[in-house]
């Protein structure tokens, strides 16, 4: 099993661009979540999915970020435009039942 | 809601000594608690759960944790702390709808020499 994947590692950027950040689940993973974490805020949940749907999005800042899911595996997370605040690791995970999440290796953006 | 208190954001230890982190739920007794362990510049990764089959849960790397509902706490603990063991660790139980994980805010575990 290949764990999660998440594309890329490491993005740095300019503010004002476009950030398309990349997470192909577990295989059979019902369940897909994007988190954000930063050292002041911690790990927030932004959006999470079942069966490829969006359930809640509550958490996604602004309407900056958008997410989808086109397939059960894979799913994007979008910044437009990307401020410097945006700057965090980024990871997705993935779960048969919603709580028992595994979590891929992130997405380290940098927004400058 | 649930919520979850890990009482010390940073833990200190000795190589060899008793790693103890604290974990306390505050609702209704959780059908399910988890530890995850992150590791610098990694993903989370899944400790150990609890899943009401036993009250003392064994997970990966020599880690337990115990299930106290009279203490509504779920401390993890290890009997000899190794270098390796120098990582941020979460406590998580489900969210009152059991739909998602409410993380604590982790405790980052140092170990000396």
């Known amino acids: 099993d290949a764990g999660v994947i998440q594309s890329p590692r490491h993005e740095v950027t300019e503010m004002g661009q476009e950030v398309t950040l990349r997470c192909k689940p577990i295989?059979?993973?019902?369940?897909l979540f994007w988190y954000r974490q930063t050292m002041m805020r911690g790990l927030e949940l932004l959006i999470y999915?079942?069966?490829?749907?969006?359930?809640?999005d509550s958490g996604m800042p602004e309407d900056r970020f958008s997410a989808k899911m086109p397939n059960a595996s894979f799913s994007t997370l979008k910044i437009q435009p990307s401020e410097p605040r945006d700057s965090a690791v980024y990871f997705c995970?993935?779960?048969?039942?919603?709580?028992?999440?595994?979590f891929g290796p992130g997405t380290r953006l940098t927004v400058t | 809601a649930q919520s979850v208190t890990q009482l010390g954001s940073h833990v200190s230890v000795s190589e060899g000594a008793l790693v103890l982190l604290r974990c306390n739920y505050s609702?209704?007794?959780?059908?399910?608690l988890f530890w995850y362990v992150q590791y610098p510049n990694q993903g989370l990764q899944l400790l150990l759960k609890?899943?009401?089959?036993?009250?003392l849960v064994k997970g990966i790397n020599g880690f337990e944790a115990e299930f106290k509902k009279s203490e509504t706490s779920f401390h993890l603990t290890k009997p000899s702390a190794h270098m390796s063991d120098a990582a941020e660790y979460f406590c998580?139980?489900?969210?009152?709808?059991?739909?998602?994980?409410?993380f604590g805010g982790g405790t980052r575990l140092m170990v000396k020499p």
């Open positions: 995970a993935s779960s048969v039942l919603a709580y028992e999440q595994y």
């Open positions: 295989s059979g993973h019902d369940y």
């Open positions: 999915f079942n069966n490829n749907v969006p359930i809640d």
């Open positions: 609702s209704s007794v959780p059908p399910y």
């Open positions: 609890y899943t009401s089959a036993a009250t």
């Open positions: 998580a139980p489900p969210d009152n709808a059991g739909n998602m994980l409410t």
